[in-house]
């Protein structure tokens, strides 16, 4: 079972399709969700069946006697015509708690038995890159970058196109990269939707407890859980970590000063704080320090 390989353990937009009808119907008989998603046309019902099967193994959907549910997770989302967005946001957070727990993380290195990891491992390691130099573009780039920083081939998160393409497919719809002319890792839409379950509005959060608390909610980030296992085994003489333990990754320096700019946080320095951090710009070189973070509202 993987994530990454979606032609054969199931597409996004198929698991969208399932839930959609599952929070219109309710419970639902695994063979009438199944006719309902796919129109009773073979090709696309054995897409929505695979895409079932693998996300009943993740915890997401549950069988019972032949019905299909949601999680408890899930439960709560509804969909109707005036929530739409709400709903797929929603949607979202709720993948990304599935595919980030550690029941489908357990043998993060395993790659008989990697469940979701395959799909953490890799992003982990995409988040740590300097993203000013590199891209997800192309694969030769990409299986350079990994051999010359992961001397383990086995454990090179990526490897093939259909990884790479899985990791594409993925990363853009759960926020963690954009389309701008190409695909660029960013978490901007990932951290959004988090800081909104996560942190109160207009309340200042020292800066070490908001970037813990998006890597605890998010461990893919800086300083998260499974963050850490992929760079330990980065060399360090291929891999820049950041100049010093103030200063953020370029991904999450990204994510936090366009979050910034369009109003739904504000770094704030204060002079009478002990800590602080710093998100930097290209080549290293310091954006802005912080000492606080505050969520003022939605943003633009």
Not at 118 to 132: E, K, P
Not at 212 to 239: F, H, I, M, T
Not at 251 to 263: D, K, M, N, Q
């Amino acid at each position: 079972m993987t994530i990454l390989n979606i032609a054969n353990d199931g597409y996004y937009n198929v698991l969208v399709t399932l839930c959609g009808a599952l929070a219109v119907e309710g419970d639902t008989n695994k063979d009438k969700l199944i006719d309902i998603c796919s129109n009773k046309e073979e090709n696309a019902r054995k897409r929505v069946s695979q895409t079932l099967l693998r996300w009943t193994q993740l915890g997401f959907f549950v069988e019972n006697d032949s019905k299909i549910s949601f999680c408890d997770d899930a439960k709560n989302i509804k969909l109707n015509k005036g929530n739409i967005d709400k709903f797929r946001d929603q949607l979202k957070s709720v993948i990304r708690n599935i595919l980030f727990d550690q029941s489908n993380n357990k043998y993060f290195w395993d790659s008989e038995r990697t469940k979701a990891a395959d799909f953490t491992r890799a992003l982990s390691w995409v988040l740590a890159q300097d993203i000013y130099n590199f891209s997800l573009a192309k694969i030769d780039k990409v299986q350079t970058f990994e051999s010359l920083q992961i001397k383990d081939p086995e454990k090179r998160p990526i490897q093939n196109d259909v990884r790479l393409n899985g990791l594409r497919v993925w990363a853009n719809y759960l926020g963690f990269a954009c389309k701008f002319k190409e695909l660029m890792v960013d978490p901007t839409e990932a951290i959004k939707q988090e800081v909104l379950c996560l942190f109160k509005k207009n309340k200042a959060y020292a800066a070490d407890d908001f970037v813990s608390g998006l890597a605890e909610r998010l461990p893919v980030l800086d300083g998260g859980e499974y963050r850490l296992k992929v760079e330990r085994e980065l060399d360090p003489q291929q891999w820049r970590k950041p100049q010093n333990p103030e200063t953020l990754s370029t991904s999450l320096s990204r994510a936090l000063w366009r979050l910034e700019l369009s109003g739904f946080i504000e770094l704030e320095a204060r002079a009478d704080a002990r800590k602080n951090r710093v998100i930097q710009r290209e080549d290293g070189h310091q954006l802005k320090s912080f000492t606080h973070v505050v969520y003022r509202g939605t943003g633009q």
